[in-house]
């Protein structure tokens, strides 16, 4: 089993991003950003105020809740890209690269309001994510492999099935039992994340 971090993206229990958007993407682990979406990530972020490029990892870390880390080498090349198209401009304040968005940046934002909207949205699932998992401590971490093996079971359950929508449904009643026995342990303790 490969070793990780769960803050830090790598996940320790195989193909599967945990979390409310989605658990699966097509036989790989799902990322967080689709394509070119770090991009506009980024240009939604300056349209808040100048960073510099760690400002804007620690902003999209906080936003997903710690589920996702952006690396420099994701953030930094992507800057240099939106720079050379005149999308943001770079200014060395007090030692450092402080990133702006021009008024082009500004532009290319406003043509899709959805795709921010969209991403925002999503780190809010995340983040609600990455609390409860935080809010388990280490004990819950023990409970990845077992999830882990239970989505990928009804997966291939689910495949197994074809078209034959009972065939999803039998599946999705399992889990809607399984959840409701889990939410009966401890019942008074319950804490709503």
Request: hydrophobic fraction near 35%.
């Amino acid at each position: 089993m490969a070793k990780g971090n769960w803050t830090s993206g790598s996940w320790p229990w195989g193909g599967f991003a945990f979390g409310p958007a989605r658990f699966f993407e097509a036989g790989r682990r799902a990322r967080f950003f689709e394509t070119g979406e770090i991009r506009i990530a980024i240009l939604s972020l300056l349209s808040e105020g100048p960073k510099h490029g760690y400002q804007l990892m620690k902003e999209m870390e906080e936003r997903s809740g710690g589920v996702y880390r952006a690396s420099a080498g994701s953030v930094y090349p992507t800057l240099q890209l939106l720079e050379d198209e005149g999308l943001i401009e770079c200014i060395q304040e007090g030692g450092r690269r402080v990133y702006h968005l021009t008024d082009a940046g500004r532009a290319e934002l406003a043509r899709d309001p959805d795709t921010v909207r969209r991403i925002w949205e999503r780190a809010e699932h995340y983040e609600s994510w990455g609390e409860c998992v935080a809010s388990a401590g280490p004990l819950g971490m023990t409970l990845f492999a077992p999830l882990s093996d239970l989505a990928r079971a009804s997966f291939r359950a689910v495949v197994r099935a074809g078209s034959r929508p009972e065939g999803a449904e039998w599946v999705r009643q399992i889990l809607e039992r399984a959840r409701h026995e889990v939410d009966q342990v401890y019942p008074g303790k319950k804490k709503e994340v």
